[in-house]
């Protein structure tokens, strides 16, 4: 079993969590706070080896749903008129796997395996499950961040999703009981969060320990506690933090310049926007931009296709290489832009059927990263 056991640790998992959300995720500082809370309330924090989960143990998935926009005025107007202003509930996910093991008939599941890698959506399944006195997986059915549940591994599969419950902080409660696909789960999963007008956590994939072998990315939460750590550990001994990172996560530099603009819409529970990068240093002269739907999925040097998902696109502070979300990423800002290969289950021809530039309506054929970075 891995541990969290001290405050650094549990800033190097975040930071590492957040890196590889690709710039969604969820808000690292709500997924920083829930262990901090664990470690000061004296709670076990860690992951076991997926594989040592028995084939008939009973398994479900956990994330939090809903668009990491920044709250205008208006919303908070809303939200007072709807009589959204008490939180009622402080733990979602810990609630919605509570509600779906109720609708299940079970006292709790063996083992909690996360959606996704990102700042809480990583963190918040590993204090779910130290609160609930269950294991959570070393591994998760993403890889990386990712902006909608039918592109899961799980889906390359043919899973079921639901039941899902789903919570949200006001103590609204949601179950989808059935769906005639993965597609219509992530319609009404959407529209409960957009209309609670905050992220709501959700908990399904009830499936048994042989199936979940399949279908997880096993190690992401141990890689990301050591990417974590190396890019801490390289700023404490005065190294390049930003190739430290490169080297933990098995990446290529892809750019390094200036946010010189950025564009955003709140659209349907999602951020979806662009960023633009002007060169410096080695990449003087060049432009550098990449498209986001919460996570960033399509890019493009100088005005040609670059690196697109399900290759990885993340950038961080280009002096300290703390990663950095399309939530808070702003003009002027130093920045360099890493790119790392995609798991190979989404490099298969159903794989980039759910997640690709043409997925997300870009005319542009798949292009591993390796044979661009040559």
Same mark, same amino acid.
């Given at each position: 079993?891995?541990?969290?056991?001290?405050?650094?640790?549990? &800033?190097?998992?975040?930071?590492?969590?957040?890196?590889?959300? =690709?710039?969604?995720?969820?808000?690292?500082?709500?997924?920083?706070?829930?262990?901090?809370?664990?470690?000061?309330?004296?709670?076990?924090?860690?992951?076991?080896?997926?594989?040592?989960?028995?084939?008939?143990?009973?398994?479900?998935?956990?994330?939090?749903?809903?668009?990491?926009?920044?709250?205008?005025? $208006?919303? /908070?107007?809303?939200?007072?008129? /709807?009589?959204?202003?008490?939180?009622?509930?402080? *733990?979602?996910?810990?609630?919605?796997?509570?509600?779906?093991?109720? *609708?299940?008939?079970?006292? #709790?599941?063996?083992?909690?395996?996360?959606?996704?890698?990102?700042?809480?959506?990583?963190?918040?399944?590993?204090?779910?499950?130290?609160?609930?006195?269950?294991?959570?997986?070393?591994?998760?059915?993403?890889? *990386?961040?990712?902006? $909608?549940?039918?592109?899961?591994?799980?889906?390359?599969?043919?899973?079921?999703? =639901?039941?899902?419950?789903?919570?949200?902080?006001?103590?609204?409660?949601?179950?989808?009981?059935?769906?005639?696909?993965?597609?219509?789960?992530?319609?009404?999963?959407?529209?409960?969060?957009?209309?609670?007008?905050?992220?709501?956590?959700?908990?399904?994939?009830?499936?048994?320990?042989?199936?979940?072998?399949?279908?997880?990315?096993?190690? @992401?939460?141990?890689?990301?506690?050591?990417?974590?750590?190396?890019?801490?550990?390289? *700023?404490?001994?005065?190294?390049?933090?930003?190739?430290?990172?490169?080297?933990?996560?098995?990446?290529?530099?892809?750019?390094?310049?200036?946010?010189?603009?950025?564009?955003?819409?709140?659209?349907?529970?999602?951020?979806?926007?662009?960023?633009?990068?002007?060169?410096?240093?080695?990449?003087?002269?060049?432009?550098?931009?990449?498209?986001? #739907?919460?996570?960033?999925?399509?890019?493009?040097?100088?005005?040609?296709?670059?690196?697109?998902?399900?290759?990885?696109? $993340?950038?961080?502070?280009?002096?300290?290489?703390?990663?950095? @979300?399309?939530?808070?990423?702003?003009?002027?800002?130093?920045?360099?832009?890493?790119?790392?290969?995609?798991?190979?289950?989404? &490099?298969?021809?159903?794989?980039?059927?759910?997640?690709?530039?043409?997925?997300?309506?870009?005319?542009?054929?798949?292009?591993?990263?390796?044979?661009?970075?040559?």
């Amino acid at each position: 079993m891995i541990t969290i056991k001290t405050e650094t640790d549990a &800033r190097d998992f975040v930071r590492g969590c957040t890196f590889m959300g =690709t710039g969604g995720g969820g808000p690292q500082d709500v997924g920083l706070r829930y262990l901090l809370e664990d470690l000061e309330d004296g709670l076990e924090l860690g992951w076991i080896d997926p594989m040592s989960i028995p084939d008939d143990a009973l398994t479900c998935m956990s994330l939090f749903m809903g668009s990491i926009a920044p709250a205008k005025p $208006e919303i /908070k107007k809303e939200m007072a008129e /709807k009589g959204l202003c008490k939180e009622t509930v402080e *733990r979602e996910m810990a609630a919605s796997i509570e509600g779906l093991a109720a *609708r299940m008939g079970v006292e #709790k599941f063996d083992a909690l395996v996360p959606f996704e890698l990102g700042g809480i959506n990583t963190p918040a399944p590993v204090d779910a499950a130290a609160r609930l006195k269950m294991h959570v997986v070393d591994g998760d059915y993403s890889g *990386r961040a990712l902006p $909608e549940m039918p592109q899961a591994s799980p889906m390359l599969y043919d899973f079921n999703l =639901t039941p899902v419950v789903s919570c949200d902080r006001w103590g609204n409660v949601l179950t989808i009981e059935n769906s005639v696909n993965s597609q219509m789960v992530e319609v009404f999963g959407k529209g409960f969060s957009t209309n609670a007008m905050v992220i709501c956590a959700e908990s399904g994939l009830v499936i048994k320990g042989k199936d979940m072998k399949k279908a997880i990315i096993p190690g @992401t939460l141990t890689k990301c506690l050591n990417l974590g750590r190396a890019i801490r550990q390289a *700023r404490e001994a005065g190294d390049d933090p930003v190739k430290a990172a490169m080297e933990a996560a098995d990446a290529w530099q892809l750019f390094e310049g200036i946010v010189s603009g950025k564009s955003w819409i709140d659209s349907a529970g999602y951020l979806i926007g662009d960023c633009t990068i002007k060169g410096t240093g080695k990449f003087e002269g060049h432009t550098f931009k990449f498209w986001y #739907k919460n996570e960033n999925h399509v890019s493009w040097l100088d005005g040609k296709p670059y690196v697109c998902s399900p290759d990885l696109i $993340e950038v961080v502070d280009a002096k300290t290489a703390e990663p950095i @979300t399309n939530t808070d990423i702003r003009e002027g800002n130093h920045v360099a832009v890493l790119g790392m290969k995609g798991n190979a289950q989404f &490099r298969t021809e159903k794989g980039l059927s759910i997640l690709s530039a043409r997925y997300f309506g870009y005319d542009y054929d798949y292009v591993p990263i390796e044979d661009l970075m040559g």
